[in-house]
């Protein structure tokens, strides 16, 4: 049976190491240094290890989005949680959609300022709530 090849001396004797990203053997010095890997240095070379940071950096950008429109609507988002808080403590039972009676409903928020004012519709009248508040118009007696 062949022993398992101990990767920290297998590296110290070659001075190689193989890129996970690129799959390719490059010398030690093409690795960052890291003291949490067996073997001393970081599993992906500096090149790869640069574009897989540039691509991090660009999707956190959808984050750091969020992160900025939570920040200027925090009204939305306090009427949210709290409308959220009271669905699951069922002081706000769940309803069918308020135009098509589908099963499939989510709260929807009119006015922000109360919170625990929502009418139900399902995700194809969301949307046509949220292009055209006409709709609503029509149905605002029914609402109130």
């Given at each position: 049976?062949?022993?398992?090849?101990?990767?920290?001396?297998?590296?110290?004797i070659?001075?190689?190491?193989?890129?996970?990203?690129?799959?390719?053997?490059?010398?030690l010095?093409?690795?960052?240094?890291?003291?949490?890997?067996?073997d001393?240095y970081?599993?992906?070379?500096?090149i790869?290890n640069?574009?897989?940071n540039?691509?991090?950096?660009?999707?956190?950008?959808?984050?750091?989005?969020k992160?900025?429109?939570?920040?200027?609507?925090?009204?939305?988002?306090?009427?949210?949680?709290?409308?959220?808080?009271?669905?699951?403590?069922?002081?706000?039972?769940?309803?069918?959609?308020?135009?098509?009676?589908?099963?499939?409903?989510?709260?929807?928020h009119?006015?922000?300022?109360?919170p625990?004012?929502?009418?139900?519709?399902?995700?194809?009248?969301?949307?046509?709530?949220?292009?055209?508040?006409?709709?609503?118009?029509?149905?605002?007696?029914?609402?109130?």
């Amino acid at each position: 049976m062949n022993k398992p090849i101990d990767k920290k001396k297998h590296i110290e004797i070659t001075n190689f190491k193989v890129c996970i990203y690129c799959k390719k053997g490059k010398p030690l010095t093409e690795f960052s240094r890291d003291r949490t890997r067996p073997d001393g240095y970081n599993n992906k070379c500096f090149i790869c290890n640069r574009i897989k940071n540039r691509f991090y950096s660009q999707s956190n950008a959808k984050k750091e989005s969020k992160k900025r429109w939570t920040k200027n609507n925090e009204l939305k988002v306090k009427a949210s949680k709290m409308a959220r808080d009271l669905i699951r403590r069922e002081v706000i039972k769940k309803q069918n959609c308020f135009f098509c009676n589908s099963e499939k409903s989510i709260g929807h928020h009119l006015l922000v300022n109360f919170p625990t004012k929502l009418i139900w519709v399902c995700i194809k009248h969301l949307h046509e709530i949220k292009g055209e508040r006409r709709l609503l118009n029509k149905y605002e007696d029914i609402i109130n």
